[in-house]
């Protein structure tokens, strides 16, 4: 393998252009794409070179932006229903694959695009890397993607690119379980602000894209339950949610402990948490939420219903645990009444967050990935 002087990685991300490019003009924020600009940033300043394959949003093809060359491809309309998956799709991608002529192909999120690397790879003597985004990801049925075409390719993916990476050891386990296939348990990462914040006084906060397994009518249903504390509520509307997302707003504007702050650019994102006090996920399953990090390095105690493996050296879960509207309740109680339990747990998730989350640990583990 070439040193890391010489060495080239290409992240397979077509909607993360917004984020690189901190363009605000399109709303989109995904964890996946966040994930992947942290990490490219990171290792441009390792020393590699670094390319990133997205969208076209009206940039100019081949640009450098703070050292990592974007190829840009198809526009998110462009084409014809069906016949646009092979063009201009498929053929851009593998196109811009072409150009950016790296040594290490690396994407993240379930879908098609996992087979197609994959199969680029295979043809061209590159290396592959496949990086989960949820949980669901390994699950046989691959419920987080649409069409029978898509499900299929990406377990193509799965079983042909040359390394897999799990965020946590739940999808380590269904990645053997399902696809007889070892993994790589590489954290998330998280570059906090230099000025961090958190709200004794604060109000309690829900952060995340509208979607239905999101769950946001339970937080909804917990802001109506707690008419005494303060409630905020980030995340504009999913793809085809848009039904989801009128119904939460609608609800809101009749609850006066609740403020609906909808779509929020991720540059702005961090001030919300900066004056939260608590903070909430409702989520039925996901993989490891960039949100936990955003809320621990403020000393900002979680509650969900999912477990991301995060576990203090106790065994305890670093995000406490529910499994009903009435547990959600009096865990939000107990965190907002009793301020010497929520300085101590705010004291436990930071120090987790920096000894395990931070992109020098992240991007060491990396390294040893592509050197392998």
């Not at 960039?290 to 999912?306: C, D, E, G, Y």
Request: hydrophobic share 40%; glycine share 6%; charged share 25%.
């Amino acid at each position: 393998m070439k040193e890391k002087q010489t060495l080239s990685i290409c992240f397979v991300a077509p909607t993360a252009y917004p984020i690189l490019a901190k363009d605000l003009t399109v709303k989109h924020v995904g964890g996946a794409e966040l994930q992947q600009v942290i990490l490219a940033k990171a290792l441009v300043k390792q020393g590699y070179s670094v390319s990133m394959i997205c969208m076209d949003h009206g940039q100019a093809d081949a640009i450098v932006i703070e050292g990592i060359t974007l190829y840009r491809v198809y526009k998110p309309t462009s084409g014809i229903p069906v016949l646009r998956f092979f063009h201009p799709r498929l053929t851009s991608v593998w196109g811009a694959m072409k150009r950016a002529d790296a040594d290490i192909y690396y994407q993240r999120s379930a879908g098609m695009l996992t087979g197609v690397v994959a199969k680029f790879c295979r043809v061209h003597q590159k290396k592959s890397i496949y990086s989960g985004a949820h949980n669901d990801d390994f699950l046989l049925g691959v419920p987080q993607v649409k069409f029978k075409r898509d499900k299929w390719l990406f377990r193509y993916g799965l079983y042909y690119v040359d390394n897999i990476l799990t965020q946590n050891i739940e999808q380590y386990r269904l990645v053997k379980e399902n696809y007889g296939r070892e993994s790589v348990v590489i954290n998330n990462v998280y570059t906090p602000p230099k000025i961090r914040t958190n709200n004794k006084k604060g109000y309690i906060l829900w952060v995340s894209t509208l979607r239905e397994f999101k769950r946001p009518q339970l937080f909804i249903d917990l802001v109506k339950s707690l008419p005494q504390f303060e409630f905020r509520m980030v995340g504009g509307e999913g793809n085809g949610a848009e039904e989801l997302y009128e119904k939460i707003r609608s609800q809101s504007e009749n609850l006066e402990n609740l403020e609906f702050c909808g779509f929020v650019p991720i540059s702005e994102v961090d001030s919300y948490y900066d004056g939260a006090r608590l903070f909430i996920n409702t989520s039925s399953s996901e993989g490891f939420p960039n949100s936990f990090l955003q809320a621990w390095a403020r000393k900002i105690p979680t509650v969900s219903f999912f477990d991301c493996g995060a576990r203090f050296d106790s065994g305890e879960h670093v995000s406490e645990l529910v499994t009903s509207l009435q547990d959600l309740i009096k865990s939000t109680c107990k965190f907002m009444n009793r301020d010497e339990l929520w300085v101590k747990r705010g004291l436990q998730v930071e120090k987790y967050c920096i000894e395990n989350h931070t992109v020098k640990f992240t991007v060491s583990k990396l390294e040893r990935v592509f050197h392998e």
